[in-house]
């Protein structure tokens, strides 16, 4: 996917191409997903999705639901940014990366990008690894 990411560099529909893709995982390994009520984040209104990594298997979720939202913008800590080549993707899809350690720079970014979110109708999800 990085090259079609590259040609639509920072974009939140590189994430929801990329998710309509990997979301097939998770017939291989045979799990089903339930969305309640997700007519919600259908709605032209925005939302936010909060993940805390209970499982490893959370993300694969998240992109079984992606194509509801449709304009979902990930936010995620800086220290994913260099596992690469995952990184480069994620910055390439649009994934906002925050530094966790600096609370100051930390929230002025998630202030800036909630900015930019709430304008142009884009559903947040948080990534609360630890």
């Known amino acids: 996917m990085l090259p079609f990411f590259v040609f639509n560099q920072k974009n939140v529909k590189n ?11 998770t017939k291989l390994i ?6 309640r009520n997700g007519q919600v984040l259908a709605e032209d209104r925005g939302a936010v999705i909060v993940s805390n ?5 959370d993300i694969l979720g998240l992109f079984n639901i992606w194509h509801v939202g449709g304009k979902i913008a990930a936010i ?9 080549p995952f990184g480069l993707s994620a910055y390439l899809a649009g994934v906002v ?29 948080f990534n609360l690894h630890t």
Not at 76 to 84: I, N, Q, S
Not at 106 to 120: Q, R, W
């Open 15 to 25: 994430s929801l191409f990329g998710a309509q893709i990997i979301k097939h995982i």
């Open 30 to 35: 045979e799990i089903k997903w339930h969305l």
């Open 53 to 57: 990594h209970q499982s490893t298997i």
């Open 76 to 84: 995620a800590r800086k220290e994913l940014f260099y596992v690469w």
């Open 97 to 125: 990366f925050i530094d966790r350690n600096n609370s100051k720079d930390a929230y002025k970014t998630l202030e800036a990008t909630s900015e930019v979110m709430i304008k142009n109708k884009v559903i947040n999800f």
